[in-house]
């Protein structure tokens, strides 16, 4: 057990529909980071927050938004979901901003569009 | 963009087998290396990382990896496997000049008892 939590596991919804998914850091890790993973395109990242703060963004779509609230859990936001939008999410936490700190993973959300 | 590339998508082995997991990556500049491990049904961990220092990392569960700069590469190795090692394994990199990391698209490694 990493420590981080992710809600919901599964996750099944259809096309056009938006999604929430939730992720609970490690306890005293300040950033955050989310990923998707799919088999065409491997692991992803997707944006990283620290202490509330957007740090980072990587391949995101404009569909998609993430925040991180003051209690440190972050969401992530898809909508308008397309089949393509099926895939393994992950949030990862550390401690704080350094290249050097290890992320620590959570389980995912299997995320699946119909 | 930098990428990172896995040229071993599925590697089968039996036990006591040694290892060796490719890993190149493109950015030319100052890179921080990780690999990760997935066993099955569990979440992403680290092995493994190198920043600077000794090129050759010594990781968890008898793992090592040798950073050679000239060669882009960060090759993962173990001398001699166990049925335990089956997993999915992420070589990873986080520039020196940004926070974005990027993985490769991992080795399903199989170890037959």
């Known amino acids: 057990d990493s420590g981080v939590t992710q809600t919901p596991k599964h996750l099944i919804t259809a096309t056009g529909q938006r999604v929430t998914l939730r992720c609970s850091p490690r306890?005293?890790?300040?950033?955050v980071y989310w990923y998707q993973q799919s088999l065409d395109q491997g692991l992803q990242f997707l944006i990283q927050?620290?202490?509330?703060?957007?740090?980072a963004k990587g391949n995101i779509l404009e569909r998609f938004s993430a925040q991180q609230f003051p209690d440190l859990h972050s969401e992530l936001n898809l909508s308008s979901l397309e089949l393509g939008d099926s895939a393994l999410y992950f949030c990862?936490?550390?401690?704080?901003?350094?290249?050097?700190?290890?992320?620590?993973f959570g389980p995912g959300t299997r995320l699946t569009v119909l | 963009a930098q990428s990172v590339s896995q040229h071993n998508h599925h590697v089968i082995l039996s036990e006591a087998a040694s290892l060796e997991l490719g890993c190149n990556y493109s950015?030319?500049?100052?890179?921080?290396l990780f690999w990760y491990v997935q066993y099955p049904g569990q979440h992403l961990q680290l092995l493994l990382k190198?920043?600077?220092?000794?090129?050759l990392v010594k990781g968890i569960k008898g793992f090592e990896a040798e950073f050679i700069k000239s060669k882009f590469s960060f090759n993962l190795r173990k001398p001699s496997v166990q049925w335990s090692d089956t997993a999915e394994y992420f070589c990873?990199?986080?520039?020196?000049?940004?926070?974005?990391?990027?993985f490769g698209r991992g080795t399903s490694l199989i170890v037959h008892p």
């Open positions: 306890s005293g890790d300040l950033s």
């Open positions: 950015y030319g500049g100052t890179v921080n």
């Open positions: 990873a990199t986080i520039s020196g000049g940004s926070y974005i990391p990027t």
């Open positions: 190198y920043f600077s220092g000794d090129p």
């Open positions: 927050y620290y202490n509330g703060e957007e740090r």
């Open positions: 990862a936490s550390t401690l704080g901003t350094s290249v050097g700190n290890e992320q620590f």
